[in-house]
């Protein structure tokens, strides 16, 4: 699958960051792996899915 869009976006650094670096991603990859873990929690899978927030 791939989105392209030409739409301006428009982000803002949040204030009072004086030293923040905002970066631009150029090219995102998504494994098939990754699939299986942003899958429904309830669909069974070979590997246990992740939870919205959660960090791993």
């Known amino acids: 699958m791939e989105l392209v869009t030409n739409d301006t976006v428009y982000l803002k650094l949040p204030q009072g960051y004086s030293n923040a670096l905002l ?14 873990l942003m899958s429904k929690l309830d669909e069974p899978g070979y590997i246990d899915a992740l939870l919205p927030g959660s960090v791993e």
Do not use: E, F, G
């Open 23 to 36: 970066l631009k991603n150029l090219y995102l990859s998504c494994d098939p792996y990754m699939r299986n």
